[in-house]
T-cell receptor
Framework: GNSVTQMEGPVTLSEEAFLTINCTYT??????LFWYVQYPGEGLQLLLK?????DKGSNKGFEATYRKETTSFHLEKGSVQVSDSAVYFC?????????????FGTGTRLQVTL | SAVISQKPSRDICQRGTSLTIQCQVD?????MFWYRQQPGQSLTLIAT?????????ESGFVIDKFPISRPNLTFSTLTVSNMSPEDSSIYLC????????????FGNGTRLTVT
């Protein structure tokens, strides 16, 4: 079946540091890949997405590249801010499966300090 | 993207009681889903809310415990029945507004604590 594996948190960084959150996946078909962010006390928000191999999703300074050869979708940001402190979820949607299910990773908590 | 309103935003309930969570979307959507996020864990799909027919439940979830209604294309409810402390979670409504592998959009969730 489908699965998503994320690096465990929490990840603690100083402001302006470089961020990488690793995500790898297992899927039976050709999935679309997503990163969601959950700020404290809020629901999930879509951060970025990529629908096919070599696509790069980007938003708010975050980037992730769909790497089919390594089945990865690592999230990166060149310079984090305190306001980026949140939980980040990697997810996939498999177009060969039954309609409309997302499989989520366990989430990685990011804490950015001054 | 759709605007999703979920209520209540939080509640504290006694064991053995039931709570109904409402999800209202500002536009008609085909696909609506209910997820559970237990403390410190990821999201687990409870069921797909089908308009005009019974919900489709995932393994480990049953209609008697989590009855779902979907009377139209903009509204759904999830009831958590006969609650126990193990049901303490965040319950999230989500919708898909695009094609089959388009992203989900989420409400802000209902934080439920069962004492």
């Amino acid at each position: 079946g489908n699965s998503v594996t994320q690096m465990e948190g929490p990840v603690t960084l100083s402001e302006e540091a470089f961020l990488t959150i690793n995500c790898t996946y297992t899927a039976t078909g050709y999935p679309s890949l997503f990163w969601y962010v959950q700020y404290p006390g809020e629901g999930l928000q879509l951060l970025l997405k990529a629908t096919k191999a070599d696509d790069k999703g980007s938003n708010k300074g975050f980037e992730a590249t769909y790497r089919k050869e390594t089945t990865s979708f690592h999230l990166e940001k060149g310079s984090v801010q305190v306001s980026d402190s949140a939980v980040y979820f990697c997810a996939l949607s498999d177009r060969t499966g039954t309609a409309s299910k997302l499989t989520f990773g366990t989430g990685t908590r990011l804490q950015v300090t001054l | 993207s759709a605007v999703i309103s979920q209520k209540p935003s939080r509640d504290i309930c006694q064991r053995g009681t039931s709570l109904t969570i409402q999800c209202q979307v500002d536009s008609q959507v085909t696909m609506m889903f209910w997820y559970r996020q237990q403390p410190g864990q990821s999201l687990t799909l409870i069921a797909t809310a089908n308009q005009g027919s019974e919900a489709t439940y995932e393994s480990g979830f049953v209609i008697d415990k989590f009855p779902i209604s979907r009377p139209n294309l903009t509204f759904s409810t999830l009831t958590v029945s006969n609650m126990s402390p193990e049901d303490s979670s965040i319950y999230l409504c989500s919708v898909r507004t695009g094609g089959e592998n388009s992203p989900l959009h989420f409400g802000n969730g209902t934080r439920l604590t069962v004492t």
